[in-house]
């Protein structure tokens, strides 16, 4: 029998043209290809999402959640997006391969479909399966109408169940464009779509601007017992930030286009007092930098970056911050006499922090039903994982 419904995001990722690809290429590597694409879109989905499920060149995954955090769930699917073009370019330019194959894989994109609502999981055959109408829904979902009426080929479809849940008051004005859609026995799904063309040109063309160590007057490390994803939620969500800054009373976010990216601006309040954040570069899990200004007399504005790296198994993560060095010897003096204060705080609330996150990673992970394994890939004339 069915466990009692739950409410879920529901994503289906779809590698789009694998069909027609398929029908003119080496199946040998054509399956290889498709196992390593696969691999990357999965695990980037992770440990936002559990995969439910592989269907043929689509990964079925969900969280069990009440509560959606709008900025987290678009960060995920266009890092996942990201990740799976890195992952085609690593592929054509490492392949020294001419079959048709390797030749067309330009030829393959990536769409996904986003759902909330109710699911019920259920044992069959051994295996969980997710069963409901908003199983269903998601699923009628991926034969859509959004390329032919919008010219979009890559893209995110959230649905407006998804996007009330998200908190999103105004996705006309957060750059997503209305679409809707007609289903027999499901009826209209109205929804709002994301062109992620658009998210990838962004990505490539962005300034990336990060303090490296050589610039850096002040560092600090450690590493959490957490992936990269659930660190870079810890640090930058304002409802988890309280948890563990020292001195923090609240974090008041003012967002760009409605979520957090480049221009958001936060206000950290200390009691009376605020330091004033401004996100200069966000690159979700990997790099944050910000510009800030401490209440502090003759104190300047000072940027750094914190750094989030994958150890080598994935299951852990090398947080570092590098506070920029001032271009003035007085600003210098003035952040050297503040280092024992920033060495203080960080420490402090890195020792708070850590417990946190693997109670977080544990909690995520406790009574879940063993994930579907992914294919493998003889990684032909492939480079490493990007």
């Not at 043929?56 to 969900?62: I, L, R, T």
């Not at 690593?90 to 996904?112: E, H």
């Not at 923090?248 to 967002?255: F, I, M, P």
């Not at 007092?273 to 007399?297: G, N, S, Y």
Request: glycine letters at 8%.
């Amino acid at each position: 029998m069915p466990d009692q419904p739950e409410p879920a995001c529901l994503v289906i990722a779809d590698i789009s043209g694998y069909t027609t690809y398929l029908a003119g290429v080496e199946l040998d590597h054509a399956q290889d290809i498709l196992a390593d694409l696969t691999d990357a879109v999965v695990r980037a989905l992770r440990p936002t999402f559990r995969l439910a499920k592989l269907e043929g060149d689509a990964a079925f995954a969900y969280v069990v959640t009440d509560v959606i955090d709008g900025s987290i769930l678009q960060d995920t699917i266009e890092h996942c997006y990201i990740a799976f073009r890195r992952r085609l370019r690593d592929i054509g330019q490492a392949s020294q391969c001419d079959c048709n194959a390797c030749t067309y894989l330009p030829r393959l994109d990536l769409k996904f479909v986003v759902h909330h609502g109710l699911i019920a999981r259920q044992r069959m055959a051994g295996r969980e399966e997710l069963v409901g109408r908003d199983v269903i829904v998601v699923h009628r979902l991926l034969k859509n109408n959004v390329q032919a009426a919008l010219g979009i080929g890559a893209y995110a479809l959230y649905t407006n169940d998804c996007v009330r849940m998200m908190g999103l008051a105004d996705p006309a004005g957060a750059g997503l464009i209305e679409h809707r859609e007609m289903y027999d026995a499901v009826g209209e799904v109205a929804g709002w779509v994301r062109d992620l063309e658009a998210v990838w040109q962004d990505a490539e063309a962005s300034s990336g601007l990060v303090v490296a160590a050589a610039d850096a007057a002040w560092s600090t490390s450690a590493t959490f017992d957490g992936p990269p994803a659930i660190v870079w939620e810890w640090v930058t969500s304002p409802a988890r930030r309280i948890q563990w800054q020292i001195g923090v009373d609240a974090v008041n976010e003012g967002l760009a286009g409605g979520r957090r990216g480049v221009g958001t601006t936060n206000h950290c309040i200390h009691g009376r007092d605020a330091i004033v954040e401004e996100v200069l570069a966000w690159h979700p899990p990997e790099v944050l930098t910000t510009r800030f200004q401490m209440p502090m007399p003759g104190v300047p504005k000072l940027t750094r970056s914190e750094l989030f790296e994958a150890t080598p198994d994935g299951d852990r993560t090398l947080f570092t911050v590098h506070v920029q060095r001032p271009s003035s010897i007085k600003d210098r003096a003035k952040l050297e006499e503040m280092a024992p204060f920033l060495v203080r705080a960080y420490g402090d609330g890195m020792a708070k922090l850590a417990p946190l996150i693997k109670a977080d990673v544990a909690a995520r992970s406790a009574g879940a039903a063993p994930e579907p394994e992914l294919p493998a890939s003889a990684r032909r004339n492939l480079t490493a994982r990007s």
